[in-house]
Nanobody, 126 residues
Framework: QVQLVESGGGLVQAGGSLRLSCVAS????????MGWFRQAPGKEREFVVA????????NYADSVKGRFTISRDNAKNTVYLQMNSLKPEDTAVYYC???????????????????WGQGTQVTVSS
């Protein structure tokens, strides 16, 4: 069983920045591919970014490429999402997810993740 706890969400003006954190329980965090997803009101949850177990490989959605940066600190069981140049369309609940299957790369699809956090709200005002 893996528990994921996100933090760092909030209200920010367009053009601003936020850093989200996701702390995982357990002692095998370095074996998990990790991802961030988001769900805006009235829309389906969508992929944002994923990172491999070592942090050496990342995969970004086109909508956030160049503005968001994912990183991880395996010693702290934590994955981060640095969000810069935020836009109103980035408003959503952001979820982190863990893939414990042993795959090296962080997956892109929801069904490949088996643990999810409770989400943290990000609101970007215009």
């Amino acid at each position: 069983q893996v528990q994921l706890v996100e933090s760092g969400g909030g209200l920010v003006q367009a053009g601003g920045s936020l850093r989200l954190s996701c702390v995982a329980s357990g002692r095998t965090f370095s074996r998990y591919g990790m991802g961030w997803f988001r769900q805006a009101p009235g829309k389906e949850r969508e992929f944002v970014v994923a990172i491999s177990r070592s942090g050496g490989s990342t995969n970004y959605a086109d909508s956030v490429k160049g503005r968001f940066t994912i990183s991880r600190d395996n010693a702290k069981n934590t994955v981060y999402l640095q969000m810069n140049s935020l836009k109103p369309e980035d408003t959503a609940v952001y979820y982190c997810a863990a893939d414990t299957s042993g795959s090296y790369y962080g997956p892109k699809y929801e069904y490949e993740y088996d643990y999810w956090g409770q989400g943290t709200q990000v609101t970007v005002s215009s």
